[in-house]
């Protein structure tokens, strides 16, 4: 793919800055190209100086700073490809973010775009797509990818908050190299306790000066992985890669709607996941038959996609489940905002997610996750993913080349929907006691980012919002997402008829 780079126009980095602090950025065959841009609807009005003006302070505490630096591109090093430019101070000239404010006169619901954005029920339901939301967020001048960061004098953070007269729409944008998920809510929260008045409760930030997560990549043989050997290299890539190639051009129409799947619906599964394990636990005398609500409803996600797409029973079903490794080989009580999630894959044939009970599933995926969310486990997987990027450019694909592939990322530990960012509330909005959620605390959190999902049918579990429902992403081929609200459509009405 390099040799695509010397056909594009020569770009010029801007001219260094002699003040700026220069630290040397490691491990980028873990970081992702391209932006995050995440979205928060507030029922309240919120003060954008307040919020300016904490977010400035946060930048001033330590290691905070680093989060306004300037990524650039060295030409010395092949090993060290790329810095960040901290100014010593920020300032009109070269601001530690972007943050820009509108007011729209008049409600939300007068909106032409925002009065769409999706709102909580008690049914399954299909919300319609946050893409509806790009034209208010990106600018032509925006950076969108690692290349604009690096010949641009731009932050790497971007705000944009737009205030009717009785709502909030918070639009943050964040390049992937800097964070991921779990170090945004990270950075959020420290945001928060600066606004909160509570600057004692900002944890010490680790970034690229003390990168943990890298150096474990050296501390356990890649070979220990227990995946390191169901790589698919060579002429099987090839295969499946052609798979894919076939399959976006035959199903080229693919919708990415946000889900609201009701608390009633999960509870009542999850009793029975766990009822029914329980009885086999007993039966079999074992002490498996714990499952979280995630377990189930990645389990529940799993066999819906494979009973409306059909695969052959054959077929291997390859499962990834995105996770964050903080709490299990960080130390804790410091803010580790770099990306640092593996994967932990549940493989099986496809004829017992067809045979087998949604709990049989849901216990699958925890056990696949208990057994690879060591410290062991994860730096292996740490190591091979090294040696697959400096080899091929590329993290390793684990599986077969016939397999079924399904990827979802689950976001539920940020607990979004329970961010308290009340001191900026301007105005309140509606009467209090008749709102679920608290003041200046989220009611909607949708990601605007434009979904690339390399296999239909998996995406992002946002978590749980105050009233107890799960919001997720989906991508689905169009005639997938027909099917699927059928079944929706079933079980509001098996519900409404029994309640």
Known sequence: MRLFNYLRPRREQPTAVLTDEVIPINGLFRYMDGTMELAFKFDDVLEPDKLRQSLERLLQIGNWRHLGGRLRRRNDSESQEFELHIPAQYDSARPGFIFRTSEWDGSITDHPVCSQLPRGTNNLTFLGSSQILGPLIHRAEDPRGIDDLIYTDSPSLFFDQINFSDATLMLVTFPHYLMDVMGYVTFLNAWISVLHGREDEVPECRTFIDDCVTRLASKTHAEKYMFYYSAVQGLNK??????????????????????????????????????????????????????????????????????????????????????????????????????????????????????????????????????????????????????????????????????????????????????????????????????????????????????????????????????????????????????????????????????
Request: glycine share 4%; with cysteine; hydrophobic share 40%.
């Open 238 to 499: 090839i295969f499946y890669i052609f798979r894919i190639i076939w399959d976006k051009i035959w199903y080229p129409e693919v919708e990415y709607p946000t889900v609201c799947i009701p608390g009633w619906f999960l509870n009542r599964l999850r009793k029975e996941a766990l009822t029914e394990l329980a009885l086999k636990s007993s039966q079999e005398n074992n002490d498996t038959h714990f499952v979280s609500e995630s377990d189930v409803l990645l389990a529940w996600l799993t066999k819906t996609l494979v009973a409306v797409a059909k695969p052959s029973e054959r077929k291997p079903l390859v499962l990834m489940n995105v996770f964050d490794v903080r709490s299990t080989v960080l130390p804790p009580k410091i803010a580790y905002i770099l990306n640092a999630v593996t994967f932990a894959y549940t493989i099986l044939p496809v004829s017992q997610v067809y045979t087998q009970p949604l709990s049989f599933l849901a216990a699958q995926i925890r056990q696949s996750l208990e057994k690879q969310r060591n410290n062991e486990q994860i730096e292996a997987q740490l190591a091979m993913s090294k040696i697959f990027h400096e080899k091929t450019g590329s993290p390793p694909m684990i599986g077969t080349r016939d397999m079924f592939m399904n990827m979802w990322s689950n976001w539920s530990r940020a607990n979004f929907f329970h961010l308290d960012f009340s001191p900026a509330v301007r105005n309140v909005s509606g009467a209090r006691d008749k709102r679920v959620n608290g003041l200046g605390v989220p009611s909607c959190f949708l990601n605007t980012t434009p979904m690339n999902i390399f296999w239909h049918g998996g995406g992002l579990i946002f978590g749980k919002d105050c009233s107890g429902n799960w919001w997720l992403q989906w991508s689905l081929r169009k005639g997938a997402k027909a099917k699927i609200e059928e079944l929706f459509n079933s079980i509001n009405q098996e519900h409404c008829s029994s309640s």
